[in-house]
């Protein structure tokens, strides 16, 4: 399968602890955005990459939030001192090219539950 | 405010029948409209792009249209099947020298029955 990969696939974290979450977009898509999307919404987006760097930050993003892609190939999401509110269902997608009319690609999501 | 409202947020229907999605808009300078389904518990899948000189555009059973005067799209889906059910989700974007980020809609929950 050569789609957006995402890991892991669910998440249950205590509140307070860090959790990461990693992208794998589809090879040499050069644009990756993270989103979240908790029941009932659509969603909301977080950030996004273009190679290496990164572009553009919501402010949804709070300072807990931090978003990596070190070699402009997989990306990696971190939450520090999770919250209940965090818990989302974070999704990753990735798309080719800078126009804004390219394809984006989602991967399957990674659901985060903090008790 | 960029914004995306979709109606209605859920429908039911037969199998076999069509049905129509509702989505408007408020998003400018408008770039593209997406039309995406996303089958609960995943990642969301693209059905259709359209740019505004484009009025209608299809893709197997689903037939998205596009009023870019109005700000609305629509949906159709004709002769629905069970794996129709799902969330279909309309997605604008904002034509920026970047790519300034996607507002989604909420969704429309549409359940196909027997």
């Known amino acids: 399968d050569t789609g957006v990969s995402q890991d892991p696939r669910h998440k249950i974290t205590k509140r307070g602890q860090n959790v990461t979450f990693r992208c794998d977009p589809i090879?040499?898509?050069?644009?990756l955005y993270w989103y979240r999307q908790t029941l009932g919404q659509g969603p909301e987006f977080l950030t996004y990459?273009?190679?290496?760097?990164?572009?553009?930050k919501s402010r949804l993003l709070s300072d807990r939030f931090s978003a990596e892609r070190p070699k402009g190939s997989f990306s990696t999401l971190e939450i520090q001192r999770t919250e209940q509110g965090d818990s989302a269902m974070y999704l990753c997608?990735?798309?080719?090219?800078?126009?804004?009319?390219?394809?984006?690609?989602f991967g399957e999501g990674s659901w985060l539950t903090v008790v | 405010k960029n914004q995306v409202e979709q109606s209605p947020q859920s429908l039911i229907i037969l199998e076999g029948k069509n049905c129509t999605l509702q989505?408007?808009?408020?998003?400018?300078?408008?770039?593209?409209l997406r039309w995406y389904k996303q089958d609960t518990g995943r990642g969301p899948v693209s059905l259709t792009i359209?740019?505004?000189?484009?009025n209608t555009k299809s893709n197997g059973r689903y037939t998205a249209t596009l009023d870019a005067d109005t700000k609305q799209s629509s949906l159709h889906i004709t002769a629905s099947q069970l794996s129709d059910s799902a969330s279909y989700i309309c997605?604008?974007?904002?034509?920026?020298?970047?790519?300034?980020?996607?507002?989604f809609g909420k969704g429309t929950r549409l359940s196909v029955i027997a």
């Open positions: 359209m740019t505004f000189s484009e």
């Open positions: 090879s040499e898509h050069n644009r």
């Open positions: 989505c408007n808009y408020t998003v400018s300078p408008f770039s593209n």
């Open positions: 997608a990735s798309s080719a090219g800078t126009s804004s009319g390219n394809t984006i690609y």
């Open positions: 990459f273009q190679n290496e760097a990164q572009l553009e």
């Open positions: 997605v604008v974007s904002a034509m920026s020298t970047g790519n300034t980020p996607l507002v």
